[in-house]
């Protein structure tokens, strides 16, 4: 047997670990162009922040106001917030802004809430014990803003962030299916915003889908959704984001910091190149692993479907999530068919023979993200997944492995 590394359990152990394939198969790894690229040096974090883009640096910006929110993504994104919140907070402590004026909001959008576990892993013992740390209420809580020009969406956002008069982001930019790619606005919105402003920006969404297809899917970032967002996070008026790139380990290793549109932009130019994949074809078998986003593996086969042979094949995703899929009261299911107003089904493609979901850690309620059908496999032992395959290839096979599949994208 040959064996391949995969990056898992990011919240967990953060580790490598070696998936056994047959010596007789072919194997194409496929890596985003900036996999092994170096995480960032401390030295490298405090330049961004000093030098802001269309931005003063935090600590000006600070000056005279009375209170902060820091804005925060949540478990599905792999941001160590962590490790770049303290540089934060050493500027707002230089504007003279006391810790009792600061406090921190999960950008849930309609993701379920997090646990203190969540918090700490998210940002740090020391910050717990420091700053209250809330999470965001979709259902409630909420007071508008305005509305959209391009979908007429009427913004109404968390009342403790519109509260505060310095509104502070911390995230990443990697692709993503709907907006292009994920960040910038969209701490806002879908972030922070209420039930009903982000079910009608996906709603509309959903309906532009089919009259403009060339426009949506991961890395185009020229969409109305991503207009939408961004016209939303300027009426609640956030000041300043900090947007990181990661490398297949989930590293940050490039940021960006400053105004929302400009900043987000130059992320942006960067993540283009940056996540961009080695075109593949013609493959029997399509190892997906999603270990950004284990907790929403059905984004994962998506890039996995396209470069199937003509003759059909089948597709493995790896989603291993001690946590399990993440509770989505706006698209996820609540039980036997009863599911979130804008749910939608992850398909199966005719050329994909089988979808074969492989987790050690069982969730039969995450089930629901994938119609019912023979060709949706769900398997939680490695050997259990090669006896299946080696059914079908007995000799000779291509197989194709994205490393980092819900935020790898190709332009093929």
């Excluded at 500027?91 to 700490?120: M, P, Q, S, Y």
């Excluded at 995703?317 to 509770?327: E, Q, R, S, V």
């Excluded at 609540?334 to 107003?341: A, R």
């Amino acid at each position: 047997m040959s064996k391949i590394k995969l990056p898992q359990l990011g919240w967990f152990d953060n580790k490598e670990v070696e998936f056994p394939l047959p010596n007789r198969w072919q194997v194409e790894m496929a890596h985003i162009v900036g996999y092994n690229r170096p995480k960032m040096k401390p030295a490298e974090i405090r330049a961004v922040l000093a030098n802001p883009i269309g931005s003063k640096p935090i600590k000006e910006l600070a000056k005279g106001k009375k209170d902060v929110v820091i804005i925060f993504d949540d478990m599905s994104r792999i941001t160590r917030t962590s490790e770049l919140v303290h540089y934060v907070l050493e500027e707002l402590a230089e504007a003279g802004i006391e810790d009792k004026h600061i406090r921190f909001v999960c950008a849930l959008g309609c993701h379920g809430a997090l646990t203190r576990v969540d918090f700490v892993k998210k940002l740090g013992e020391d910050i717990m014990v420091r700053f209250p740390v809330y999470n965001h209420n979709p259902f409630g809580n909420y007071v508008p803003v305005g509305k959209t020009k391009t979908y007429g969406t009427e913004v109404f956002v968390n009342a403790e962030v519109m509260a505060c008069d310095l509104k502070i982001s911390i995230g990443m930019v990697v692709p993503h299916p709907m907006s292009g790619f994920g960040g910038g606005g969209k701490i806002i919105l879908p972030g922070v915003s209420a039930f009903s402003t982000i079910q009608y920006n996906h709603h509309k969404t959903y309906s532009d889908i089919s009259k403009m297809p060339d426009k949506w899917g991961p890395g185009k970032f020229d969409n109305p959704m991503r207009v939408d967002v961004e016209e939303a996070a300027v009426l609640a008026g956030l000041d300043f984001i900090i947007s990181e790139l990661i490398n297949y380990k989930g590293e940050a290793v490039a940021l960006f910091a400053g105004a929302l549109k400009p900043t987000f932009a130059e992320a942006v130019k960067l993540a283009k190149t940056h996540y961009l994949s080695p075109a593949m074809s013609d493959k029997d078998i399509i190892i997906s692993n999603t270990f950004i986003k284990g907790n929403e593996a059905f984004m994962g086969p998506r890039i996995a479907n396209i470069v199937m042979n003509k003759k059909g094949g089948d597709v493995v995703c790896i989603a291993n999530a001690p946590d399990g899929m993440i509770p989505h009261y706006l698209l996820g299911p609540f039980g036997d068919n009863k599911f979130g107003p804008e749910h939608q089904f992850a398909s199966v493609p005719e050329t994909v023979k089988r979808t074969i979901i492989y987790t050690e850690y069982p969730d039969l309620a995450g089930r629901g993200w994938f119609a019912d059908s023979d060709k949706v496999v769900y398997v939680h032992k490695w050997d259990e997944v090669l006896k299946m395959l080696e059914a079908d290839y007995p000799g000779a096979a291509k197989v194709g492995v994205y490393p980092n599949s819900e935020i790898q994208y190709c332009t093929g």
